[in-house]
């Protein structure tokens, strides 16, 4: 479980400056401290995971149990099986193992590229100097406001066109497309929070824009990196609607989300599919959202606190 | 050229992924390197390296179909005859559509103000308490989860069965309703209550998002503010009211205008529980089943412009609170 509790304020940058809020947050800890207060937090804590650990043991009972009796009933009466999860990753109706590739394929190069050149365009934008800079940037930060439906109709249109419908490709590229905004927009917020001695440092000593953007500012933005790059791994593993749109009809591309969302309509009480397929869609967006919490958080605060 | 397109085994996947990368590296790394080798470049060229791919996806994926979808909207479901406001009359005026609006009214209302009214109550509550770091990371974990799942995870607490001797209710919800001795209902589908059900679960998603920034918020107010208000005898909720929410209101107003737009756009939860049937649809979901289900593009294009048209008056309050805190500092 996580232990590393979020202390941000909304400078992002100060790795460092956890030190002192650490501090004051530590010795107000134990000067106020209401049982009542924590006694609810609890409450609402449990009651917020009960529903999901319902799911989760359900999907671990056998088919009749489920059928039969709720999954409390688990507790009197411990019934546990493998062979729901079996069905799934595996039986041919469903074969959620290679559904999990498929996620997987579409996942890292959706995160990788977007994020490479939104720190070349973000670094351009705060460290090169010219003409017409804030418009562009004013411009390509404002299309954070476009909702992707309104461009999914035409970039359909187009993939086809183009002879890509149904492959991969037409996913990494919508991915990659729709996250660069925000992106830029986040990695910019980063950027320039970097002393410019560090740059003229090493502007000074010869080094042209490609060099100092790879061995000055690269090195110090691996936690920005890191931020937006859960993000955008969490975004598009879980994302349905990109996916449903331009892989909906082509079974070697379509990821989990897909095809969790189609059981749940066409075999809705099928729980003990159900149940184990959607924690197999499920089991790595948490086990990275708890690894790299930390820089998650920073990036939501970096984004939303700034607006 | 087959080979780039249909991967079906999973090396053949893997292969495409790893190719897919390593191609983005190459142009992008020839790109750079030109830009560094030449002597005394112009400046264009090097900002033309840096900025060149990434306006040419903008522009070709999200400002060209932006426009052609705006065009689009006037025309019938072909995109071949120019209909004038025919779709926006549609969507306006039809018994079907206006259930809808309603809908989508109510999400965006609903899910923003409880969100942040739980979001900012919970984390005053944890705030400093021993059991803090466990009991927000339990609030916060639904975000880490896809609306799918969380849809999946809701259907089966709202799961129902008839009510007949020797029939156990599995859903969660159904049971504790017989457990008072109340019938047990069908959750999802007797409208107008299912809208609030599936609400419900969006709350549940997006709680951590708001508590998370309204406590970094509550986190970053100065000591000596509170404690001159502790040394004015104020406490409790008095506190609460006229020192915390105060001092973070641009918190409140970015949570609050940040979940209506997410809100705004839900489509994942009412199709994974619904498919939108039932008296539930909202306009994001409805966008998909005009667009994509039904092939009535234009119909569908205008429903994708009334969302772009409705997060405007969103952002535009956000930009403008942003402002005026701005001001006051």
Same mark, same amino acid.
């Given at each position: 479980m996580t232990t590393t509790t979020p202390v941000m304020a909304p400078v992002p940058m100060q790795d460092r400056a956890t030190g002192?809020?650490?501090?004051?947050?530590? /010795?107000?800890? $134990?000067?106020?401290?209401? =049982?009542?207060?924590?006694?609810?937090?609890?409450?609402?804590? +449990? @009651?917020?995971t009960v529903p999901t650990l319902g799911l989760l043991i359900t999907s671990f009972r056998p088919e009749l149990d489920i059928r039969q009796s709720g999954w409390w009933t688990f507790f009197t009466d411990p019934q546990v099986t493998l062979f729901n999860y079996n069905e799934v990753l595996y039986g041919g109706s469903t074969n959620f193992a290679s559904l999990f590739v498929n996620s997987l394929v579409i996942t890292l190069p959706a995160v990788v590229i977007p994020i490479s050149l939104a720190l070349l365009a973000a670094y351009a934008f705060a460290w090169i100097d010219f003409p017409?800079?804030?418009? %562009?940037?004013?411009?390509?930060? /404002?299309?954070?406001? +476009?909702?992707?439906?309104?461009?999914?109709?035409?970039?359909l249109t187009l993939y086809?066109?183009?002879g890509l419908a149904g492959s991969f490709w037409t996913i990494w590229l919508s991915h990659s497309i729709f996250a660069l905004p925000l992106a830029i927009f986040l990695l910019h917020n980063f950027m320039k929070d970097i002393p410019a001695s560090l740059v003229e440092a090493a502007r000074m000593d010869g080094a042209g824009h490609?060099?100092?953007?790879?061995?000055?500012? @690269?090195?110090? @933005?691996?936690?920005?990196?890191?931020?937006? !790059?859960?993000?955008?791994? @969490?975004?598009?593993?879980?994302?349905?609607?990109?996916?449903l749109t331009f892989a909906g009809g082509a079974p070697d591309v379509v990821p989990l989300t897909v095809r969790v969302a189609e059981l749940a309509g066409t075999r809705g009480s099928d729980w003990y599919l159900l149940a184990p397929g959607a924690f197999i869609a499920m089991i790595l967006p948490l086990v990275v959202f708890l690894a790299l919490q930390r820089y998650f958080v920073r990036g939501l605060l970096a984004g939303s606190v700034k607006g | 050229m087959e080979w780039f397109l249909r991967a079906d085994t999973v090396e053949h996947k893997l292969a495409l992924m790893v190719f897919a990368i390593l191609l983005f590296a190459g142009v992008m790394g020839a790109i750079l390197f030109g830009v560094d080798r030449l002597r005394r470049v112009p400046l264009w060229v090097i900002v033309g390296g840096f900025l060149g791919p990434t306006f040419l996806l903008l522009l070709v994926g999200l400002v &060209?179909?932006? %426009? /052609?979808?705006?065009? !689009?909207?006037? &025309?019938?479901r072909n995109g071949s005859e120019f209909v004038g406001l025919d779709n926006y009359v549609t969507v306006f005026t039809e018994d079907n559509f206006q259930t809808v609006l309603l809908n989508t009214v109510l999400w965006v209302v609903l899910v923003p103000l409880v969100t942040t009214v739980f979001g900012l109550v919970y984390a005053y509550l944890v705030d400093r308490t021993?059991? *803090? /770091?466990?009991?927000?990371?339990?609030?916060? %974990?639904?975000?880490?989860?896809?609306?799918? #799942?969380?849809?999946?995870?809701?259907?089966?607490? &709202? *799961?129902?069965?008839?009510?007949? =001797? !020797?029939?156990?209710?599995?859903?969660?919800?159904?049971?504790?309703?017989?457990?008072v001795g109340i019938d047990p209902q069908q959750f999802l589908l007797d409208a107008p209550s299912n809208t609030l059900y599936l609400i419900v679960v969006m709350i549940w998603i997006q709680a951590g998002f708001a508590m998370t920034v309204l406590s970094a918020a509550i986190k970053a107010i100065p000591d000596d503010i509170v404690e001159a208000a502790r040394l004015d005898g104020? !406490? #409790?909720?008095?506190?609460?009211?006229?020192? $915390?929410? =105060?001092?973070?209101?641009?918190?409140?107003?970015?949570?609050?205008?940040?979940?209506?737009?997410?809100?705004?756009?839900?489509?994942?939860?009412?199709? $994974?529980?619904?498919? #939108?049937?039932f008296g539930t649809s909202v306009v994001a979901n409805e966008f998909y089943t005009q667009a994509f289900r039904q092939f009535n593009f234009g119909l569908g294009a205008a429903l994708a412009v009334l969302l772009f048209v409705l997060v405007i008056p969103i952002i535009a309050y956000n930009v403008r609170q942003l402002r005026l805190s701005e001001d006051v500092r």
């Open positions: 002192r809020a650490g501090r004051r947050a530590a /010795s107000a800890k $134990t000067k106020l401290s209401s =049982p009542a207060a924590s006694i609810i937090a609890i409450v609402i804590a +449990v @009651l917020w017409g800079r804030n418009i %562009l940037f004013v411009a390509v930060f /404002s299309l954070q406001v +476009v909702p992707i439906q309104v461009t999914l109709i035409p970039l086809v066109d183009a490609v060099k100092i953007f790879f061995s000055v500012l @690269l090195p110090l @933005l691996t936690p920005a990196i890191a931020a937006f !790059g859960v993000f955008q791994f @969490l975004w598009v593993w879980n994302d349905l609607l990109v996916a | &060209y179909p932006a %426009l /052609s979808t705006i065009r !689009g909207s006037f &025309y019938d021993r059991f *803090e /770091s466990l009991a927000k990371a339990l609030v916060f %974990l639904p975000m880490a989860i896809s609306m799918v #799942g969380a849809g999946v995870i809701w259907k089966f607490v &709202y *799961e129902f069965r008839p009510d007949q =001797p !020797g029939v156990n209710q599995i859903g969660l919800l159904n049971q504790l309703l017989v457990l104020v !406490g #409790g909720v008095q506190m609460f009211r006229y020192v $915390t929410v =105060p001092s973070i209101r641009p918190a409140l107003v970015v949570v609050i205008t940040t979940v209506a737009i997410v809100t705004l756009k839900v489509f994942d939860v009412v199709r $994974t529980m619904t498919g #939108g049937n």
